[in-house]
Nanobody, 117 residues
């Protein structure tokens, strides 16, 4: 199993920036990909961005050009740089790691991001 710990959420004004971090531990050598998902009140959890072990990235259309996912292999940490934040970005953001054999989803505890004036 992989344990994930997120940090970096908070309250920010529209147009502002935040950087989320997700530190992985445990069976890290079995990780295929990591990513960020979010869930707003009353809505389903949705994909925000993913990054594979090979470095390929994928973004939701709603965040393309504003959010950037990256990773630090030495620290086993994935980051989500969020710029030009909008009120509709308000949600709990969850870190995800796809790992193991058979493949399983591993989730962090979530971090709240609130975009409001």
């Amino acid at each position: 199993q992989v344990q994930l710990v997120e940090s970096g959420g908070g309250l920010v004004q529209p147009g502002g920036s935040l950087r989320l971090s997700c530190a992985a531990s445990g069976d890290i050598f079995s990780i295929y990909a990591m990513g960020w998902y979010r869930q707003a009140p009353g809505k389903q959890r949705e994909l925000v961005a993913t990054i594979t072990s090979g470095g390929s990235t994928n973004y939701a259309d709603s965040v393309k050009g504003r959010f950037t996912i990256s990773r630090d292999n030495a620290k086993i940490t994935v980051y989500l740089q969020m710029n030009s934040l909008k009120p509709e970005d308000t949600a709990v953001y969850y870190c995800n790691a796809v790992a193991g054999a058979p493949v399983e989803d591993n989730w962090g505890q979530g971090t709240q991001v609130t975009v409001s004036s």
